[in-house]
């Protein structure tokens, strides 16, 4: 039997929010719109301020900034307030624990059972560093820290938990 332990933090939560595994075919269409906005708003701004019209420049400055808020910084602020919401009257981290026995894959969140899987759900095992994300049937996706593996209660490396997982799970893709 296999365990992966670790502890979900606010700074975890928000980076898993902003860097999240892209399933199929990524939509990047919404930050291209933006960053083409934010190009547009720069040149109008220097021409604003070349003319010498302080009004327009001020009204292209506060777009610019804007849109640079939501490119770099409005998904982090809405998973620092969903992961506070969460939390809401507990204590701000949680522990997670992974347990591979058999054929099952267990998530547990602070002693609660969260969800179980089987080997044959998993469809792709990812190296993002530092974590390993499983993702299985249905594109959930969870992740298990890299240095966090134990065996039979002694820490091992990943490179056992992955034969491991080879083993049980032959359908699935792994990292080279």
Known sequence: MFENRYTI????YVDWTVHPVALGR????????????AAACAVMLVM???DGNGTYACLYA?????VAFRLFGYDAMLARRQFRRLRSGKPGEWKRVLRFDGDGITVEDDGQVLAEKTCGQLQEVRDMEPWLALIFEGGV??????GGFF??????????FLAFLRERCPGAAFPA
Request: aromatic share 4%; proline share 2%.
């Open 48 to 50: 604003a301020f070349l």
């Open 62 to 66: 506060l777009l610019l900034a804007g």
């Open 141 to 146: 996706v969870v992740r298990a820290d890299k």
């Open 9 to 12: 933090t606010e700074k975890i």
């Open 151 to 160: 065996r039979e209660g002694a820490a091992c490396g990943q490179e056992a």
């Open 26 to 37: 990524a939509r990047r269409r919404f930050p291209i719109l933006l960053t083409l906005l």
